[in-house]
């Protein structure tokens, strides 16, 4: 079949909803999942399809919703009393609408373009004047039912609605329906308040449609697509499925991970194949990570872009830091924002850097907060060693280390300092002046060793 041209339909997402059953503040479709919010997952493979027309159906939380809505350049349409998903569709501005019409219930994580593409091509293969999308599932729960008579779809009953006996039917209506603009305008109009909930339910245009001998279909698509969030089990259900998709797509890549189930990698990261991730790995954000990596067990990036063949040891917590080539990071390294690690630099146990840019093969393996500060390559920096970068004028001073310097163990650098490149510092010292090229600084109370202290 030809291509589908998506400038000629209108596609609707409901999201005014307010998302009782979340039992949250924030409005369900802004809840992510696996690091993407709903509604920016659906709005995503709309986009990706070509679809000019896009709508977003707000209501509660719209202050909230509304920005999310813009960044992808659809339009907002405000549904302002809350009276049920027909009652979302009728806000939707239909005058200016486009012939052919896709709507979607806000709160489905997982529709996908390629499928709503082939059901869009189902669709107009059979004709159809009005199709609802359903799905064949497990467990229906409070998912509204898919009735038929003498083989040809009749209804859908709502499951709070349902007898004992429709409950058992497992194929349900996934909230997503392709039909005609006409369509709408004649039924919605003529749709009433649901006594019980006092909703107008879009469900029922598909009654209206078949009592008028319009060509209606069931077209069945998967359980992903037809999964909904209405409660936080679900969200983490959906959460679930995200992360177990994205270590399933990655290892089909060559990226060895050792325990899928308890590896969590949001949707935007990348990681090369080779890169070996131990459990407990949480990766975050718009991460990448390199080739033939090691990941060791519990460590969590966030926002980070790592090169090949680093090694991060276990429990380290990463977060908007480049490392380049060869770093080794942890056991229990802590790189905050703008930490910048050289090639085959070494970032030890215990060790604290913000606003750091640490040279190629710089050493500082142990016990040190490194804060606004610019090493150069080669350097060693002992253990305990402190960039004292905030004063008592609460501003934040730079430390400028240059190239090939020892900085001693327990050396405290009272910002702004410079140590320049060759130079020395004694273990314990307290610097607060420049040390020149080679130099070495001593800055320490001299010893003195009092004989015969100890009576025996
Ligand atoms: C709906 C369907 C049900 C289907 C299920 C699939 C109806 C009556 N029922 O039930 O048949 O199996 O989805 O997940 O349509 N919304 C608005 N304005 C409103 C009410 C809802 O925009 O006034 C939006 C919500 O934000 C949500 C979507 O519509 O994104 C669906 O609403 P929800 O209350 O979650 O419907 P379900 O009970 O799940
Ligand atoms: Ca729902």
Excluded at 430 to 448: G, H, M
Aim: charged share 20%; with cysteine; proline share 4%.
């Amino acid at each position: 079949m030809s291509k589908i041209d998506y400038s000629k339909i209108s596609v609707i997402i409901l999201a005014a909803g307010k998302g009782t059953r979340m039992k949250s503040n924030l409005p369900k479709v802004l809840h992510p999942v696996a690091g993407l919010p709903i509604l920016y997952r659906t709005l995503t493979q709309i986009k990706s399809l070509g679809v000019k027309d896009v709508r977003v159906v707000v209501g509660h939380g719209q202050k909230l919703v509304e920005p999310l809505v813009n960044n992808f350049r659809a339009k907002v349409c405000i549904q302002k009393e809350l009276n049920g998903t027909a009652g979302a569709v009728m806000s939707a501005d239909l005058n200016s609408a486009q012939d052919n019409i896709i709507i979607l219930n806000g709160d489905h994580p997982f529709i996908r373009a390629k499928e709503l593409d082939d059901l869009i091509k189902k669709h107009i293969n059979q004709n159809s004047e009005f199709s609802v999308i359903t799905s064949v599932v497990k467990y229906p729960g409070d998912r509204g039912r898919m009735l038929y008579f003498e083989n040809k779809p009749k209804a859908i009953i709502e499951a709070k609605d349902a007898s004992i006996e429709t409950l058992k039917i497992k194929e349900v209506n996934t909230g997503m329906y392709i039909t005609k603009l006409n369509l709408l305008k004649k039924f919605l109009p003529k749709l009433t308040t649901h006594a019980n909930s006092k909703e107008l339910y879009f469900t029922e245009v598909l009654s209206l449609a078949v009592e008028s001998d319009c060509k209606v279909s069931f077209l069945k698509a998967s359980n992903d697509l037809a999964f909904g969030v209405n409660s936080q089990e679900d969200l983490a259900i959906a959460t679930g499925m995200a992360f177990k998709n994205k270590n399933k797509i990655l290892m089909s890549k060559g990226v060895v991970i050792l325990n899928p189930k308890t590896t969590f990698i949001e949707e935007l990261v990348e990681v090369g194949p080779g890169t070996v991730i131990y459990p407990g790995a949480h990766l975050k954000g718009k991460t990448a990570i390199g080739c033939f990596c090691v990941l060791e067990p519990n460590v969590f990036i966030n926002s980070s872009c790592v090169e090949n063949s680093v090694q991060i040891k276990m429990g380290s917590y990463i977060e908007s830091s480049v490392l380049k080539e060869k770093a080794v990071v942890g056991p229990y390294a802590h790189l905050r924002p703008e930490s910048h690690i050289g090639k085959s630099a070494k970032i030890g146990n215990f060790v604290e850097t913000k606003k750091a840019i640490i040279g190629d093969g710089v050493k500082a393996s142990h016990l040190s907060y490194l804060g606004d500060v610019t090493i150069g390559a080669n350097t060693n920096i002992g253990c305990g060693v402190v960039t004292c970068n905030y004063t008592l004028n609460k501003t934040k001073e730079k430390t400028i280390i240059g190239s090939n310097v020892f900085v001693g163990s327990n050396t405290q650098l009272i910002a702004p300092v410079e140590l320049k490149n060759k130079s020395c510092t004694a273990a314990g010292s307290v610097i607060n002046k420049d040390v020149p090229e080679k130099a070495l600084a001593v800055a320490r109370a001299k010893q003195i060793n009092k004989e015969n202290f100890k009576k025996d």
